[in-house]
C-alpha cells in the first residue's frame, strides 16, 4: 500500500488526533510494490475470507468474477468517507491555488459548488444534498475519475463509504444500507443486493479552482475536513507520467494509447485529452468537447498546485446544456468499456 494507505488504515473511520506520516513514494517503487499486492491480492480474492469484514453483503449475488477485485490496502472505512461537508462562500476560501484542480457541480435552485481534489485525494467520497437531492461526489486517484452520482436507489437516499477493495484499479465503493459494492467509475453495483443496478450519473466538471471562482462568484466550497491530512499533497507523485498503472494487471489501451494518457469519457465514448488540447474544440457524436488551460494535474508532483498543465474540460449537447461526462486514465476505459468507441481522429 502507499503511505497514504498506510496512515489511513489505523484510522478506521474517526479522525486521527496524530499528524499524518506523509511519504511521497516514486512512480517507480509504487509499480515495484503493485506486483507483490497484484500477486497477494490474487490469493485473497475470496468470500469466505471478505464476510468477516462484511457479514451483510450478499456474497451470492455479483456480475464479477471474485478474482478480480483486490484489497487497495486500508480496511473498510480506514479510507474515511465524509457526510455533510461544511461549506463556506468562494469569496471566503484562501487556501485554494487558483490551479488547483476541484469537482464542481451545478443544480437549480442552489449555488454551485465545488469540491478541491486536495480533499478527495484522501477521502474519495463526499456524501452530500443539494437543493433536496442526495449526491455521491467521488473521485478515484489510482484511474483519475471523478463523477457525481444521484444517490437515490429506488426513490429512497443512501449514502457511500470506501470499501479498500479495487477492481481494474479502480475504487470498489459500498452502499450504507445493503453493503452492497459498487464499481465507481461506471456506478454500477457488483456485488450483494444491488447487483446489476446502475447510479445515475449527474454532469460535473473538473475545472480549476480560478475557473470555479469565475463561473460561480456567488458558489459555495466544501470547507476542510477535521482530518489530519496532508491536504494539498499528492501521495502519488509522478503516477501520472508513470509507465504502468497501481494495481492493474489488465491490458493496454489499442491503438498505442499511453495507459495512463487521460480520455475524456462519454458514455461509451472516449476522446483522447492530448487531440482535444491540440484541437481546442471538438464537434463529434452530438457534443462540443472544449478545452482552455489552468487547471494542474493533481496526480503529478508532490504539491497538487505544481502539477503539469491538464487544463478545463467542458461538455455540451447541441442545446448549450452540460453533459455527464469523466476524464479518466485510458487504461481504465479501456477495462471498464472494452467495447468502447475510441474518437481518435474525427472520421
Given at each position: 500500500?502507499?503511505?497514504?494507505?498506510a496512515?489511513?488504515?489505523?484510522?478506521?473511520?474517526?479522525?486521527s488526533?496524530?499528524?499524518p506520516?506523509?511519504?511521497?513514494?516514486?512512480?517507480?517503487?509504487?509499480?515495484?510494490f503493485?506486483a507483490?499486492?497484484?500477486?497477494?491480492?490474487a490469493?485473497?480474492?475470496?468470500?469466505?475470507?471478505?464476510?468477516?469484514?462484511?457479514?451483510?453483503?450478499?456474497?451470492?449475488?455479483?456480475?464479477?468474477?471474485?478474482?478480480?477485485?483486490?484489497?487497495g490496502g486500508?480496511?473498510?472505512?480506514?479510507?474515511p468517507?465524509?457526510?455533510?461537508?461544511?461549506?463556506?462562500?468562494?469569496?471566503?476560501?484562501?487556501?485554494?491555488?487558483?490551479?488547483?484542480p476541484?469537482?464542481?457541480y451545478d443544480?437549480?435552485?442552489?449555488?454551485?459548488?465545488?469540491?478541491p481534489i486536495?480533499?478527495l485525494?484522501?477521502?474519495?467520497?463526499?456524501?452530500?444534498e443539494?437543493?433536496?437531492?442526495?449526491?455521491?461526489?467521488?473521485?478515484?486517484p489510482?484511474?483519475?475519475?471523478?463523477?457525481?452520482?444521484?444517490?437515490?436507489?429506488?426513490?429512497?437516499?443512501?449514502?457511500?463509504?470506501?470499501s479498500?477493495?479495487?477492481?481494474h484499479?479502480?475504487?470498489i465503493?459500498?452502499?450504507?444500507?445493503?453493503?452492497?459494492?459498487?464499481?465507481?467509475a461506471?456506478?454500477?453495483?457488483?456485488?450483494?443486493?444491488?447487483?446489476?443496478?446502475?447510479?445515475?450519473?449527474?454532469?460535473?466538471?473538473?475545472e480549476s479552482?480560478?475557473?470555479?471562482?469565475?463561473?460561480?462568484p456567488d458558489?459555495?466550497?466544501?470547507?476542510?475536513?477535521?482530518?489530519?491530512?496532508a491536504?494539498?499533497?499528492?501521495?502519488?507523485?509522478?503516477?501520472?507520467?508513470?509507465?504502468?498503472?497501481?494495481?492493474?494487471?489488465?491490458?493496454d489501451?489499442p491503438?498505442?494509447?499511453p495507459?495512463?494518457?487521460?480520455?475524456?469519457?462519454?458514455g461509451?465514448?472516449?476522446?483522447?485529452?492530448a487531440?482535444?488540447?491540440?484541437?481546442?474544440e471538438i464537434?463529434?457524436a452530438?457534443?462540443?468537447?472544449?478545452?482552455?488551460?489552468?487547471?494542474?494535474?493533481?496526480?503529478d508532483?508532490a504539491?497538487?498546485?505544481?502539477?503539469?498543465e491538464?487544463?478545463?474540460?467542458?461538455v455540451?449537447?447541441?442545446?448549450?446544456?452540460d453533459v455527464a461526462?469523466?476524464?479518466p486514465?485510458a487504461?481504465?476505459?479501456?477495462?471498464?468499456f472494452?467495447?468502447?468507441?475510441?474518437?481518435?481522429d474525427g472520421?
Open positions: 500500500m502507499t503511505a497514504r494507505h496512515d489511513a488504515r489505523s484510522d478506521a473511520g474517526q479522525p488526533t496524530r499528524a506520516r506523509t511519504i511521497w513514494l516514486s512512480a517507480s517503487i509504487i509499480c515495484q503493485a507483490l499486492v497484484l500477486f497477494a491480492g490469493a485473497l480474492a475470496d468470500p469466505l475470507q471478505w464476510r468477516r469484514e462484511w457479514p451483510n453483503t450478499d456474497f451470492t449475488r455479483s456480475a464479477v468474477d471474485f478474482d478480480e477485485i483486490m484489497s486500508p480496511p473498510k472505512d480506514g479510507i468517507a465524509i457526510h455533510a461537508p461544511r461549506l463556506l462562500p468562494a469569496a471566503a476560501e484562501t487556501r485554494l491555488d487558483p490551479r488547483e476541484v469537482l464542481s443544480r437549480a435552485g442552489a449555488p454551485a459548488r465545488a469540491y486536495r480533499y485525494m484522501w477521502h474519495e467520497i463526499v456524501n452530500d443539494v437543493a433536496g437531492l442526495p449526491i455521491a461526489v467521488t473521485f478515484c489510482l484511474c483519475n475519475s471523478g463523477m457525481v452520482f444521484d444517490a437515490r436507489i429506488d426513490g429512497r437516499p443512501h449514502a457511500f463509504g470506501v479498500g477493495k479495487l477492481r484499479s479502480d475504487m465503493m459500498y452502499d450504507r444500507r445493503t453493503e452492497s459494492w459498487w464499481q465507481q461506471v456506478g454500477e453495483g457488483i456485488v450483494g443486493a444491488y447487483t446489476g443496478r446502475r447510479l445515475t450519473q449527474l454532469p460535473a466538471r473538473m479552482w480560478q475557473a470555479f471562482r469565475e463561473a460561480h458558489g459555495l466550497v466544501m470547507d476542510e475536513p477535521d482530518w489530519r491530512r491536504y494539498g499533497t499528492n501521495p502519488y507523485a509522478g503516477y501520472d507520467g508513470a509507465r504502468r498503472p497501481f494495481l492493474y494487471a489488465g491490458e489501451p491503438h498505442g494509447v495507459p495512463l494518457a487521460r480520455v475524456v469519457r462519454v461509451h465514448r472516449a476522446w483522447p485529452l487531440r482535444l488540447r491540440e484541437a481546442g464537434r463529434e452530438g457534443l462540443v468537447l472544449s478545452w482552455r488551460e489552468g487547471q494542474a494535474s493533481a496526480l508532483t504539491r497538487i498546485a505544481a502539477g503539469r491538464v487544463g478545463n474540460v467542458v455540451r449537447d447541441a442545446a448549450g446544456e461526462h469523466d476524464i486514465f487504461f481504465a476505459f479501456h477495462a471498464l472494452p467495447d468502447g468507441e475510441w474518437m481518435l472520421r
